[in-house]
């Protein structure tokens, strides 16, 4: 099967990735010329583990190509997998679909034959209607279905995701759709892929829907954390004695700095946006946004009271800049905020994380950044530990008391049991919990 993947990015890329290992011919397009030109010579532009070995053993296999040259990569293609950024748009929040819809009017002179055209971009209700018009409109005789197959990878676990999904939603109008996308995703597992046909609007809403859940899942248990400082409880605890009953599941309740990165609060708002327009004010979804932007603020402040309260001429660690362990990725990171209300206190900042200084660098000033954990603690007055790479797990306290200025840990992640910490004559503050 041919597939053409519009948008090679952390979706596209891995999509096109793992399609191609499944056995089809694949051709990733994205409008970015360093971009592909770093793939062809087999350098990953994102960090995503495995990426690496996947692109270039299927590279090599002839399997996986990369251009900029939309035409070619999509006429005599079967399925093509449109996978642009929907980031918010600027003033009000809503997706901004720009990318969608350009990658669209691109579409309707380049297909050829009949042509599946899946948006895996996450999309608001309605927005396949508006690509099928703008297709159709631009080219009356162009065979196409268009179909909405959302895409719930995560960073970090994206290849594994990917190909071991929970499900595989598929939203479609056209029945012809239904044997193409079978086919591009039959061979991920010997039996019954988990495929959900369902129709287009409704796929889109899946997407939405789901992703506003997990992102009010983890402010529920944030705020239950809070209970738990001023009551004296322990949110783990809590959390792992709510999660085992399985109609709550114990994951996403995990208390921390406040949910970013590049899906959750654009999607959050999008969808808040979207009730809105309709007359269906989401309310529990505007909660949802509201109190996570409020708790950077207040989980930042925390930092503030570990240092006596006043951080003008303080030197603050940060150890792990981005939104989550094993990518690369900056977008929306809770450390950003964190980091902003730090230097506005008067603080200066050193931080250090394995992969995302680079992604950093772009996004904030003033901050020296360190070479490693070590580096990052030097001369600082805390330390504070915002995203749980693996690296930060087993601290070697004895070393890090000893570069410090005082020796003050503060775990936005709850890597670490008090006592472990405090042993070693450390302050040390988490989240929902009480230090012994
Ligand atoms: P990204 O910014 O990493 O990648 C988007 C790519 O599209 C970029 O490389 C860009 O150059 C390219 N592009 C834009 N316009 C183009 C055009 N006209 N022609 C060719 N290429 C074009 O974005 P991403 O993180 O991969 O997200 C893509 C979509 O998938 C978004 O809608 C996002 O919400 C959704 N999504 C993301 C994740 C995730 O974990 N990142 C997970 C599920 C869904």
Redesign the pocket.
Known sequence: MRIAV????????VSGACFADFGHTVTC????AR?IEALNQNQIP?YEPGLDTLVSSNRAAGRLSFSTE?KPAVSGADLVLI?????SRRGDGH?DLS?VY??AR?LADAIDGFTVVAT????PVGTGDEVERILREANPKAEVAVVSN??????GS?INDFKRPDRIVIGLEDERAREVMSEAYRPLSLNQPPLFFTTRRSAELI?YASNAFLAMKITFINEIADLCEAVGGDVQDVARGMGLDNRIGSKFLHAGPGFG???FP??TLALMKTGQDYGTPLRLVETTHAVNAQRKRTIARRVQLAVGGNLRGRTIGILGLTFKPNTD?M?DAPALDIIRFLQDQGAAVRAYDPEGVDSARQMIDGVTFATDVYDAAAGVDALVIVTEWDAFRALDFPRLKKVMSAPVLVDLRNIYASRDVERHGFAYHSVGRRSV
Do not use: H
């Open positions: 519009v948008g090679s990015g952390y979706v596209g890329l397009v994205d409008q970015d971009k994102i939309l996978a642009v950024g929907t980031p997706a990318y350009a990658v691109e895996k971009s996450t999309v959302p895409e719930f990878l995560r960073e994206a997407k990165g590049s899906c654009k999607d990725d977008r």
